[in-house]
């Protein structure tokens, strides 16, 4: 059974940086793509980036791209999200999600497992 779990959560001051890891075991990443979201409090479940099982990267919006990097590493069946320039509206839990396709999804919905989740609380 697939499973992720993320790790490398942590508070930070604004422009500090901090590496989120997401474990996959029981299914390889050559088959899956993995996405990243993040729910601020009161706010919607929202896509940041998506690397596809091709090495296929996508950010969803203009800052993200500007500020994080998405890879991963098949030894570890890793995925990674870097964060750097953390300012405080990126506070929230931030998860990773997987689906068995070729193709990322901008939605929540599109994806079929979860982690459980890691805090990142960015201060001014």
């Known amino acids: 059974q697939l499973h992720l779990v993320e790790s490398g959560g942590g508070s930070v001051h604004s422009g500090g940086s901090l590496r989120l890891s997401c474990a996959v075991s029981g299914f390889t990443l050559q088959y899956l793509s993995v996405g990243w979201f993040r729910q601020a409090p009161g706010n919607e479940r929202e896509g940041l980036s998506c690397i596809r099982s091709t090495g296929e990267r996508s950010y969803y919006y203009t800052a993200v791209k500007a500020h994080f990097t998405i890879s991963r590493d098949f030894a570890n069946n890793t995925v990674f999200l870097q964060m750097d320039s953390l300012q405080p509206d990126d506070t929230g839990v931030y998860y990773c999600?997987?689906?068995?396709?070729?193709?990322?999804?901008?939605?929540?919905?599109?994806?079929?497992?979860w982690g459980q989740g890691t805090q990142v609380s960015v201060s001014s």
């Open positions: 999600a997987a689906r068995a396709s070729s193709n990322c999804a901008n939605y929540a919905s599109d994806y079929a497992y």
